[in-house]
DNA sequence: GAACGTACTGGACCGCCAGTCCAGTTGTCC
DNA sequence: GGACAACTGGACTGGCGGTCCAGTACGTTC
């Protein structure tokens, strides 16, 4: 699909250019404060560019989040225990909460960046956030199907959601600038333990 | 402090009629489609007078915030049990997060303009957000010290960041927004109960 | 290696919005 | 009823996300 053609060769350099200077704005300012502008001057190509390969403010995050999660999801899929599969769902569920939190924690901006994103455009569709933003949607769908695994009784879906919410929550965010990424995956763990113990629920 | 004078009659008129025009506004459009002008002209005021009296678009919301949330704060500090004091904290515990689910499906609009204005205007002050999002800071507190009085070992700060986040999550808003505020209020409960419940933790 | 069609490029431009400013108005106090 | 401060409101500013389209340069074809 994306392949009929391959990317021209200047696009393709821009592209990564554009990716490449989004990062480095993100590590150094806060994400409210990096404009569209601003990310095509540092990338050293027009605005109408950045537009034309993203689409949108929104596009452009969620392409640099899939890239960035890009390794998650592959272990997750394909690599070795306890991340891939083989593990008891229990286990699977500890470990993937714990890369997630590492992920998050290298990408604090980036996450920021795409809350504000989504806050934004959010106004112009009414798309489901799930469908809007696929990195999430592959999250939470493994996290509800280990929970799911291991405790059919629970709303495995919604504590799933609650569960990622704790990771991108502006309090979760500002811990994490501080270093305490440890603290957050520890606290997950306890969260995520107890849920699997948790007394079983009357219908 | 804020009495030493007491508001002039037109300013108090009109700060009604801001707030009124701001929670209908939020009952019929999405927050960020919400401009602060549309409010001024909703309420018959200038957009001066908007900014005079609550500074900022984030002022604003939360003024109507600590409005809505009112009178659950005081059934926290003076009501009577489970939501006030004298009931176990276990108990107290359960009963507020089904009253702050309460709250925040009945204010889904303003929650949601509520991020969008943190996120907006976060660039510009490097604030604390539970300085800056005062009704925040007393329900993170007071989860806190209830998990804290039940379950000394835990990071009690943390999980009750933790158990916010799971309310106020983009998800969880459309989960409201489709009346399923039941399913949230049960979710939590289980996760709170598991909480409580929790295996020891080693040091 | 030259000519061609097309995908890509970039910056001027648009509409919009949060927040400022200040001249005029109105309530309150003495 | 006069004087002073607080309040008011709308014109204005700066900046942003996103559009548009004329020009450019890439890859292809002969």
Known sequence: MTQDRPERADAARNRRAILLATEELLARYRPEQ?????????????????????????GLMHALMAERAL?????????????????P????????LDAVVDVIARNKGLLAALGHADTTVAAKSDEDPRTAHPVYGF?????????AAERPDLDAELQAHILLAGLQSRSTLLLLEQGEAERLAAALRVLAR?????????G
Do not use: Y
């Not at 999250?139 to 929970?147: F, R, T």
């Open 194 to 202: 107890a849920l699997l113990h948790a007394p079983t629920q009357g």
């Open 34 to 58: 990096i404009s569209m502008e601003q990310v095509a001057t540092a990338a050293g190509v027009g605005k109408g560019t950045v537009f034309h390969r993203f689409g949108s403010r929104m």
């Open 71 to 87: 390794a998650l999801t592959e272990a997750v899929s394909t690599g070795p225990p306890p991340l891939g599969p083989g593990a």
């Open 139 to 147: 999250w939470h769908g493994h996290i509800a199907d280990l929970l």
């Open 89 to 96: 769902a229990a286990e699977r569920l500890v470990a993937f």
